[in-house]
């Protein structure tokens, strides 16, 4: 098939869908894709984005193996439709029929399987090279396979880009029903490229399908009960973005909630930064037979392509997607102005939240008008958000395609989520110290790192008798907050000493003359202090299903436990280990500092650091889920950061006090 054939083919079949709605009006619809991978190679299913179906592949050709096959789905309103689509080849049945990735250059076979009861078949518009089929048998517009009947499809995947692949065979009947896909065909130039062209460069974790469908569930239904089918009565009542219908398109790829539409329709970005200054690409497809107005509420696209085939690149705010196209868009996220409620604040009084209302007192909103802070909201109110992103309208601005069965909100809608710029990130909003005493500070010194900070000094205690040169057991006033369970440290006057037995008790064993330090008399009331501090932090309001969770702290250890200022301490330097409480062993498994529900943070930076009295500044990253790390129960939502600090090497190591400057979490909310 030569090009001109192709683009012949793609504007008949464009035709056909408009005379099928007898001219309606309905203007185009901007459908973000599901994230895909961005390789044509099988991966995880995200939670958002589009999801490659990527077949089988032997040397230079892809196979996919489809069946057309009959089930249903489930509209928000509690209805189920009636749907036809291709599904995997002995795989479970969905709507709408899976995303086909394929490499520029690729010899493609599609086989299907027909489960259905009459004769159907496969058409790919927009390819400029000949579908060529084997078995089957001939139809009006391609090789049809009986019901019951298979027949096999090959080509070569020429030109990237997005296109469909939709039925052949009563068109007005079997694309209503629901058999489409996307097909999308990646260039030589690399995985990151929507066209062999450099302006098509885009960030593959953030690649969108959406694939925009009209259902009329009457005529569905008289096509399940072998009714007659009269497309002349043709009224849409749901109208879909992967065959989901809106609030059902934000929920995750693959949702439980959905077993037989597997794709969600979220387009979730990150506001763009030097280090990654790339746009999401959208991939709009139509498959209905109406046109659809599509606009993203408070953003443009920028257009690059229609129809598998790049166009003089324009901004949109809105735009009319016909019948049978595809096209492509970049949308970029740029904070140009950066307002946080510390440093930028906003030039106006942000509303008291006594005078906000919330219908059904359910809301997106975080309280806070601030990227990433979450503020106060009037009590008995449900906020949806999870650290303070924002959320933006996706909608067809056809009103009655943004309902279900006429109710609205509903149909052919989804969000624009922005998270904030790294990740999702929040504030410890407690501390409690296991092993010390408070020097000076508070939870609010640890927000920012500004140079406040929250200090804390080994604990202390005292002699009630005198110490002798040759004594191996003392005793001392109290031993709160000195640790339970394990050998430590002390320092008496100017000698160190190691507990070795007595732990939790007011008599300890003790080895005398530790770490370069000799044994000497002490008077009675000498001060006892250890030369360790443990304290932590509390974060709250962590999301189950969050995942890359980041510890950020900054501190230093200083050369004095009165001072205001921070005393140099540049030698026999503190050694730091922060480490994070596993909740799998419950709350008591972190309550002490030697506690088995404590774990430390994995390299990089390798722990334990020596830190002196210049801060330092160390994120530790847990990749993957977060589950053990999020307290469950009366603990739901919590999570522990703890900073041990001990000084345990010679020559004769001072007491100090540690100072926390910044402790702060980033992670990636679900």
Known sequence: ??????????????????????????????????????????????????????????????????????????????????????????????????????????????????????????????????????????????????????????????????????????????????????????????????????????????????????????????????????????????????????????????SALLPNQPYGALVRLQPNTPADNRPALIRMINVGAVNHPFHPHGNHTRQIAQDGRLVASTEHFGETIGAGQTEDFLLRWDDADNWNPTTNPLPVAQPNYRNLFFKDGNTWYSGSPYLGYKGTLPVGTTSQNACGEWYFPLHSHALNEFTNYDQGFGGMGMLLRVDPAGGCFGAATATAILGGTLKSGSVSALGQADGT?????????????????????????????????????????????????????????????????????????????????????????????????????KGANCATTTATTCTALTTNLPQQTVKICNWSSGAAGCSTPTSAGWTTLPAPPTQPQGVGSADVTSTWTLPGPASAYIGTGSYAGQVRVLVHTQRYTAPAPGTFSTWGDLLKIVYDAP
């Open 453 to 553: 900070y929250y200090q804390v000094n080994p604990k202390t205690t005292t002699r009630p008798n005198p110490t002798t040169i040759g004594q191996g057991s003392i005793t001392v006033a109290s031993a709160a907050g000195f640790p339970t369970t394990g050998t430590y440290f002390v320092r008496i006057d100017n000698e160190v000493l190691l507990v070795t037995g007595g732990q939790g008790t007011t008599t300890w064993t003790v080895s005398r003359g530790q770490l370069g330090t000799s044994a000497a008399t002490h008077a009675t009331g000498a001060v006892v202090s250890a030369l360790a501090t443990d304290w932590y932090g509390t974060f709250g309001g962590v999301a189950a299903g969050s995942s890359n969770l980041k510890v950020v702290y």
């Open 1 to 254: 098939m030569s090009e001109q054939e192709a683009t012949t083919m793609q504007t008949t079949m464009q035709r056909i869908r408009r005379s099928l709605a007898g001219l309606a009006l309905i203007a185009g619809v901007l459908v973000p894709l599901a994230s895909l991978t961005a390789s044509a190679k099988p991966e995880a299913v995200p939670p958002t984005g589009m999801v490659c179906s990527t077949g089988s592949l032997a040397g230079t050709t892809r196979t996919f193996a489809l069946t057309a096959s009959a089930g249903t789905i489930d509209t928000p309103d509690g209805n189920s439709v009636f749907m036809w689509s291709y599904s995997p080849l002995g795989g479970h049945f969905q709507s709408p029929g899976p995303v086909l990735c394929a490499e520029q250059g690729e010899t493609v076979v599609v086989t299907l399987h027909n489960s259905l009861p009459e004769a159907t078949s496969i058409v790919f518009p927009g390819q400029d090279s000949a579908v060529t089929a084997t078995g089957g048998t001939n139809g009006l517009l391609t090789t049809e396979a009986a019901a019951g009947g298979d027949v096999s499809y090959s080509f070569t995947a020429g030109q990237p880009g997005t296109y469909l692949y939709e039925s052949g065979s009563d068109v007005a009947k079997q694309i209503e029903m629901g058999l489409a896909g996307a097909l999308i065909i990646r260039p030589a130039l690399g995985d990151d490229y929507a066209y062999g062209n450099a302006s098509t460069q885009f960030a593959p974790t953030r690649e969108y399908l959406l694939l925009l469908s009209d259902i009329d569930s009457d005529l569905h239904h008289a096509v399940e009960v072998g009714g007659t089918y009269d497309v002349n009565a043709l009224r849409n009542r749901y109208f879909a973005i992967n065959g989901r219908e809106f609030p059902d398109t934000i929920q995750d790829n693959g």
